[in-house]
């Protein structure tokens, strides 16, 4: 069974920084594509950064040069850091994987972001 737990949410100031994780298991984490999303209330879920299997990363113009995203396959983890936060970084973060060749995505439950003074 797979599962996928993001962790490291809370509550920052503007202009802090927080670093979120993707822990992964019961998958073969090497073989996955893995990104990080967020949904805001009444807004739509948007992609915030990606990393493939390759290490190759991509990311959302509004996060460029603020947010990291990395991976440690031998702890199953992704990470996203998050530098300079604003106030409309906060969301709930979610993690999705999915394994190079496949069209499954498996989420996890997703963690909250919240950046206010």
């Known amino acids: 069974q797979v599962q996928v737990v993001e962790s490291g949410g809370g509550l920052v100031q503007p202009g802090g920084s927080l670093r979120l994780s993707c822990a992964a298991s019961?998958?073969?984490?090497?073989?996955?594509?893995v990104a990080w999303y967020r949904q805001a209330p009444e807004k739509q879920r948007e992609l915030v950064a990606a990393i493939t299997s390759g290490g190759s990363t991509n990311y959302a113009d509004s996060v460029k040069g603020r947010f990291t995203i990395s991976r440690d396959n031998a702890k199953n983890t992704v990470y996203l850091q998050m530098n300079s936060l604003k106030p409309e970084d906060t969301s709930v973060y979610y993690c999705a994987l999915n394994p190079v060749g496949s069209i499954r995505n498996y989420w996890g439950q997703g963690t909250q972001v919240t950046v206010s003074s």
């Open positions: 019961g998958i073969i984490f090497s073989i996955c594509n």
